[in-house]
């Protein structure tokens, strides 16, 4: 694996697989990885190669009080890994290369970005579209591979890539998940040892939620009631939003139609984690995927 740490050096490898007539596939990523990260990875060495993973703890999307400067980094043990996966680069680059002095330029993405993450945390999206927006520019990959575990993260760069008329395309993955249900992520590192048991009722307040749709539960209110009901069982656990959302729109439903998330946002202390069910409307069923 070679790892690469210039913009100019990684634009020159993209442009040069892509003369050959390789796919490029890419995974964004903050490193500390973990077998969320690794699921992308073999989505996209499916389908291309080389495939190219960067690993970039963004500023632009950490608010002041956030956890920027104490966010996991693992660089030695993510290398390995990814080297492990076959990964051909990994572009790792310091701040300073994506955002050097004099840096003025920001994406908004209207509406999407403006509710549930967006409301919770002001300007998070804002970091977030303006460095994939850089992200896909350098690399100009064929696709580029998010995780469903962000869902509306991975909505944004759709729009994204829509409206700014990018050529990647814009791949969404399942959430991969611990044995006890609790959704992979970089964060549960902070959790305390009963803040990490006590973590695993998002996973069961989505499947009661599961559960009522399977009964008949058509309408977002009782849905989400339900979901609360088993959130307040757990005493560590302080709810954010729970909500029931078009998956186009990300506003709220009032009763299933089409695709929607049941999305839930909820702390353990310090610690904030996010996990969410797709729901498709199939026939005259729903289809509920946690
Ligand atoms: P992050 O490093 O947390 O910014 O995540 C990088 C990418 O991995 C994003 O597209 C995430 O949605 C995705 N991801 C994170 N956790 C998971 C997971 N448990 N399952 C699938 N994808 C994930």
């Known amino acids: ?109 209207a509406g999407l970005a403006s509710r549930l993450e967006g409301r919770a945390r002001p300007g998070h999206f804002r970091g977030v579209a303006t460095v994939v927006l850089k992200l896909l520019e350098i690399v100009q990959p064929w696709r580029a591979y998010f995780g469903r575990k962000d869902a509306q993260q991975a909505r944004i760069v759709q729009q994204l890539a829509r409206d700014f008329d990018l050529d990647a395309q814009i791949e969404v993955c399942p959430i991969v998940r611990e044995p006890d249900g609790l959704a992979l992520s970089s964060r549960n590192a902070y959790l305390s040892r009963e803040d990490r048991r006590a973590a695993t ?27 609360r009901q088993v959130l307040a069982q757990e005493p560590r656990a302080t709810p954010d939003y729970v909500e029931v959302v078009s998956a186009d729109t990300f506003e709220a439903a009032a009763e299933l139609r089409g695709t ?17 069910m797709l729901i498709e409307e199939q026939g005259r069923e729903f289809r509920c995927t946690l």
């Open 1 to 109: 694996m070679e790892t690469i740490r210039t913009v100019e050096w990684m634009k020159q490898v993209s442009r040069q697989a892509r003369a050959e007539g390789r796919l490029v596939g890419f995974v964004p990523t903050m490193g500390a990885l973990h077998a969320g990260h690794a699921s992308l990875v073999h989505a996209a060495q499916r389908e291309c190669s080389p495939v190219v993973v960067s690993i970039f703890v963004n500023p632009a999307q950490f608010g002041p009080g956030e956890d920027f400067a104490k966010y996991p980094r693992a660089r030695e043990a993510d290398s390995v890994l990814l080297e492990s996966l076959g990964v051909e680069f990994l572009f790792a680059p310091e701040a300073g290369e994506i955002y050097p002095p004099g840096f003025s330029s920001y994406v908004e993405v």
């Open 260 to 276: 929607c998330y049941a999305l839930l946002a909820v702390s353990f202390g310090a610690t904030r984690l996010l996990d969410n």
């Open 201 to 227: 009722v998002l996973w069961r307040a989505l499947a009661a939620a599961r559960e009522a749709v399977g009964r008949g539960e058509r309408n977002a209110r009782p849905l989400i009631a339900r979901m």
